[in-house]
C-alpha cells in the first residue's frame, strides 16, 4: 500500500496537526507511569515495632535496649519454669513507629510504607507484599494481550478510551479497599486497565508519525514517562498516606479521559482503516490529517483505487474490511521469528535487571537509591537512543547494548568476591543503563518490524513478555536468601544467546511500516555492516532503460483501468475491436520475429 511515500507525504506528512496530536499524546505516560511506578513504593516498608495486647512498655525492648521489629521479650508465667534472660518469641501484631522516632535516614520509606503498617504485612506475613507486586504486574500482562488483540479488531482510539475509562472507578475502589484480598484484587484489574490504555497509546502514536520522525515521537512519550516516575516519590512525600496517592493516581486519569473524548486530540490513524480496508473511514481520516496539515487535495486522491493501490473492482462495490488475529502470527515465518527475537529480549533487558539493582542496596539511601538510579539510567538510555539508533541503525544500536548488559552481568557474577566496591557500583550502574536501552529499543524494534494489521496483538505479546521479566524482582522477594544464583546465571547466559539472534533481525531505520501481512514476510536481513563497494545486493539482474522510472502501483492500476474501460466500451459496437488491439501472429510467423 505504500501509506508513507504515497499518502502520508500527500497529506502533510508531520505537520501541523500530525505534531499537535504527537504532543498530546505524551502527557497521558505521566499518570501511566505513576501507576507503574506504585507498585513499588505503595509497599515499602516502614520502621516498626512489636505491639503486645497486655504486656508492659519495658516487655517492647530487647536486650540492647532498642526496639526489636519482629520479635517479642517473654516473661516467665506465674510459677513456671525459670527462662533464659531476655527470651523471645514470634510476635503477633505490629505498630509502626512515630514519625518522631523514626531516623532520618528511614524517614522516605515512613511516609511512603503505611500499606504494611496497616494490614500487619511484616515480619512473617512480608510474603504477601512481593506477592500482591506480582499480581498488578500479571495485571499489566493481562492486560497487553487482551487490548492488543482489541486493537486490532475495533480500532486504536476505542481500544484507548474503553480502559482508560475503567480505570478511574477501579482507582477509585482501589483507594477504598478495606482487605488485602480485596486490594491484590482490585490492583490487578486497574492495572490490566493501564496496560490496555498504554498499549493503545504506543500503538497509535506510533501511526501518525512518518518515518524520519517516529523515533523521537516515541521516545519524547518515554521521557514524559520518565518525569512521572521521578515526580512520584516527591507526591509520596506531599501525600504521606498510601489512600491519598491512589487517588493522585486516578485524578491524574481524569484529565485525559475528559480531554481525549474530543476526536481531533487522539484521531483514529488512516493507516489502520486502510489496513483493514475499510476506505470510506480511511477517507474521512486522511482528508482531516490533510485539512489538519493544511493541504488541499484533488477528489482523485481519495478514490479507492489510488488509496489502495489496487486495480478497480468492476462491481462497483466497496471492499470489505478485512481483520487479522493473534494466531495468524504464529502461521508465518518471518514475523513469528522477528517478534520472537525482539520478545526475548524485551524480556531479558528487563527480567536482568534485578541483578544489577540489588547489588545498590547496601548503599544508602537503601530504599529510593536503585529507583531513582533505574530511573535515571532510564532517561540517559532514551537519551542515547535518540542520538544513536538513526545514525547507525536499529540493530547495531540493539547489538551493541545487549553485549554492554551481558558483559556486566557475567562479570559480576563470576568477579564480585575480587572486585571493589566501587567498579561493583560501576557495573551495576553500567548494567541498569544497558538493560533500559535494550527494552527500549527492543519494543520499539518491534512496534516497526509488525504489520499494521496485527501491530496491537504481535507488540502485546511483546510487551506481555517484558512484564513478566519485571515480575522477577517481586518473585525473587519473597524468599530474599534463595534463587538469586540461579537467576543470574539464567539471565546473563540469556543475554549472551541473544546477541547471536539479534543478528538475524531486519533493519527498519528510514523505512515505511509494513501494512499487510505479505509486506511483513517480505522483509529480510541486511548485511550488518555496510559494503564499501555499493549497494551490489540491490541491484536488479537487469538494469532498467535510460530514462526509464520506478514501478508505481497507483500509475499502473491507472492504466488497467483505462484500457478495461475502452474495450468495456467498443466491445458491444465493434466485436473485431480486441481482435485489431491484441492481433494473433500469423502461422507464417516464427516467435523469434514476433519478438
Not at 512484564?467 to 539471565?491: E, K, Y
Not at 535510460?546 to 499502473?556: E, I, K, L, S
Request: aromatic share 10%; with cysteine.
Amino acid at each position: 500500500m505504500d501509506f508513507d511515500g504515497r499518502l502520508l507525504a500527500a497529506a502533510g506528512g508531520f505537520g501541523r496537526r500530525a505534531r499537535l496530536v504527537a504532543a498530546a499524546s505524551g502527557l497521558p505516560a505521566v499518570p501511566l507511569a505513576l501507576g507503574l511506578a506504585a507498585g513499588l513504593l505503595l509497599t515499602a516498608t516502614p520502621p516498626h515495632r512489636c505491639r503486645p495486647a497486655l504486656a508492659p512498655a519495658p516487655a517492647l525492648r530487647n536486650a540492647s535496649g532498642a526496639w526489636s521489629p519482629c520479635l517479642l521479650h517473654r516473661d516467665p508465667p506465674p510459677g513456671g519454669a525459670p527462662q533464659r534472660h531476655n527470651a523471645t518469641g514470634p510476635c503477633a501484631r505490629h505498630a509502626a513507629l512515630p514519625a518522631s522516632q523514626v531516623r532520618p535516614a528511614g524517614r522516605q520509606a515512613y511516609l511512603a510504607g503505611l500499606l504494611r503498617g496497616q494490614w500487619d504485612l511484616v515480619c512473617s506475613r512480608h510474603w504477601q507484599v512481593p506477592l500482591e507486586q506480582a499480581t498488578y504486574l500479571l495485571g499489566w500482562a493481562l492486560g497487553y494481550l487482551g487490548f492488543g488483540s482489541a486493537c486490532d479488531r475495533f480500532g486504536r482510539r476505542a481500544a484507548f478510551i474503553s480502559p482508560l475509562m475503567l480505570s478511574i472507578p477501579l482507582g477509585i475502589a482501589v483507594a477504598l479497599a478495606v482487605n488485602y484480598v480485596m486490594l491484590a484484587l482490585l490492583r490487578l484489574f486497574f492495572g490490566a486497565m493501564l496496560a490496555g490504555t498504554s498499549l493503545s497509546l504506543y500503538v497509535a502514536r506510533l501511526e501518525w508519525s512518518d518515518p524520519p520522525h517516529r523515533l523521537i515521537v516515541t521516545m519524547g512519550a518515554s521521557f514524559c514517562g520518565v518525569f512521572g516516575e521521578l515526580l512520584w516519590p516527591g507526591l509520596a512525600v506531599a501525600c504521606k498516606e498510601w489512600r491519598l496517592l491512589q487517588g493522585a493516581i486516578t485524578l491524574g486519569l481524569v484529565l485525559p479521559a475528559l480531554c481525549y473524548w474530543c476526536p481531533s486530540l487522539f484521531p483514529e490513524p488512516a493507516r489502520w482503516f486502510l489496513a483493514t480496508r475499510q476506505v470510506e473511514k480511511g477517507r474521512r481520516a486522511l482528508r482531516s490529517l490533510a485539512e489538519g496539515n493544511g493541504q488541499s487535495l484533488e477528489e482523485d486522491f481519495y478514490t479507492a483505487e489510488h488509496l489502495l493501490a489496487e486495480p478497480p473492482n468492476l462491481s462497483e462495490e466497496p471492499p470489505e474490511p478485512r481483520f487479522h488475529h493473534v494466531w495468524e502470527i504464529f502461521c508465518t515465518r518471518v514475523i513469528w521469528r522477528n517478534s520472537l527475537i525482539l520478545g526475548f529480549t524485551a524480556f531479558i533487558g528487563s527480567g536482568i535487571r534485578h541483578c544489577f539493582t540489588r547489588n545498590l542496596s547496601p548503599y544508602p539511601p537503601h530504599f529510593y537509591l536503585p529507583y531513582f538510579l533505574v530511573a535515571g539510567g532510564e532517561a540517559v538510555a532514551l537519551l542515547f537512543l535518540c542520538l544513536t539508533v538513526d545514525r547507525f541503525g536499529r540493530r547495531p544500536v540493539l547489538l551493541l547494548s545487549t553485549i554492554l548488559m551481558g558483559l556486566s552481568a557475567m562479570l559480576l557474577l563470576a568477579l564480585t568476591q575480587y572486585l571493589t566496591a566501587w567498579l561493583i557500583v560501576a557495573l551495576s550502574i553500567l548494567g541498569i543503563f544497558a538493560s533500559q536501552a535494550v527494552t527500549a529499543l527492543s519494543i520499539f524494534f518491534a512496534s516497526e518490524v509488525l504489520p499494521t494489521v496485527v501491530r496491537g496483538a504481535g507488540l502485546g505479546l511483546i510487551l506481555a513478555g517484558s512484564t513478566v521479566g519485571l515480575a522477577a524482582t517481586p518473585i525473587l522477594a519473597i524468599h530474599p536468601s534463595r534463587g538469586f544464583f540461579l537467576h543470574h546465571l539464567v539471565f546473563a547466559s540469556f543475554a549472551i544467546l541473544s546477541v547471536l539472534s539479534i543478528m538475524l533481525l531486519p533493519e527498519t531505520s528510514g523505512r515505511p511500516l509494513p501494512d499487510s501481512m505479505s509486506e511483513g514476510e517480505n522483509q529480510r536481513r541486511p548485511p550488518l555492516f555496510r559494503s564499501t563497494r555499493g549497494h551490489r545486493d540491490h541491484q536488479p539482474l537487469l538494469s532498467p532503460q535510460p530514462g526509464g522510472g520506478a514501478y508505481d502501483p497507483a500509475r499502473y492500476a491507472r492504466l488497467v483501468a483505462a484500457t478495461k474501460k475502452m474495450l468495456g466500451a467498443h466491445s458491444s459496437s465493434d466485436p473485431q475491436l480486441r481482435m485489431e488491439l491484441l492481433p494473433e501472429p500469423s502461422p507464417h510467423e516464427s516467435p523469434a520475429e514476433g519478438m
